[in-house]
């Protein structure tokens, strides 16, 4: 298929890449040049702006850091002369990104004012899960764009789940990954608590991944530096998926809680621990970096 994919990050970059391998015809743009040479050098073609990009595209692909960059590339700065207006045909629209809900209806609603399809669909898996191809993709829109979304998203994804209507995704986005903040942060309080009282902190991980404590941050993306090869920790916390990211998400499920009138007292604890880690110089580091928060003080 021509696909036109906006925003190559940590983790548009990958994912357009797989698109490539898939046999796509992929055209990319992103506001750093660097970026989309790199893609080109993957065998994507490049684009000197979005509408470029998705002149002919029978897929938009957009993956950007938060709903601000989705309502402008869409709808535009003034709110009406976007993307949405310059498409030409009917191309199915969707939007990866992690944003508030409210955001996703707004674009839906106007995309579907012009007779269009679109859908958001959140990932969860990290850059190692869009480097590997098995992210899990949350998908909110109509039954029928989301079963001709599927061949698409099954070359970057592993996981296809339809949470719902549009908006639905972004849902189901917020809560997994106000879980993943909490998880995270109390691993880090786990491990340094121990590591404090003259555990190693390898074995300390694999009790407790072979115990009632484990979880996903143990198993896959352990905190603390040098016990997991090839994770964040052990890389200096470069790359990843960013603290502020982190913060951002645990902004929209307070936000999301504020709105329903839901009470979130550990999401709360976790959006105020990144917070303040993202205050204090962290927030292009990986998330995992909270580890970092707990071991204040010790001696170098």
């Not at 698409?152 to 997994?176: D, S, T």
Request: aromatic share 6%; with cysteine; glycine share 14%.
């Amino acid at each position: 298929m021509q696909i036109a994919f906006i925003g190559l990050g940590n983790m548009g970059a990958p994912m357009a890449v797989n698109l490539v391998k898939a046999g796509h015809e992929v055209t990319v743009f992103d506001l750093v040049e660097s970026a989309i040479q790199a893609l080109e050098a993957e065998g994507a073609q490049r684009a000197e702006s979005a509408e470029a990009a998705a002149r002919g595209a029978e897929v938009i692909i957009s993956m950007l850091p938060a709903g601000a960059h989705v309502r402008g590339l869409y709808l535009g700065p003034d709110g009406a002369s976007g993307l949405l207006d310059a498409l030409e045909g009917k191309p199915l629209i969707i939007d990866a990104s992690t944003i508030a809900p409210d955001d996703a209806r707004g674009v839906g609603e106007a995309a579907a004012e012009r007779g269009l399809t679109y859908l958001d669909a959140p990932v969860s898996g990290g850059v190692g899960g869009a480097k590997a191809g098995t992210l899990t993709f949350i998908v909110g829109g109509e039954a029928s764009g989301f079963e001709q979304a599927r061949p698409v998203l099954e070359g970057m994804g592993k996981n296809i789940f339809h949470a719902g209507e549009v908006g639905a995704g972004q849902v189901a986005k917020i809560c997994n990954n106000m879980l993943l903040g909490i998880l995270m942060s109390g691993t880090a309080e786990a491990l340094a608590l121990g590591v404090k009282n003259g555990l190693d902190p390898a074995v300390l991980s694999e009790i407790m991944k072979q115990s009632s404590g484990g979880n996903w941050a143990l198993n896959v993306y352990n905190p603390w530096p040098g016990v997991m090869e090839g994770s964040a920790a052990s890389r200096d916390y470069q790359g990843g998926f960013l603290t502020d990211l982190m913060a951002k998400d645990l902004g929209l499920a307070w936000e999301l809680a504020l709105g329903s009138k839901s009470t979130v007292p550990m999401g709360s604890q976790a959006r105020n621990l990144f917070a303040l880690h993202s205050a204090q110089g962290s927030g292009r580091l990986d998330f995992s970096s909270i580890q970092t928060l707990y071991r204040q003080g010790e001696e170098k």
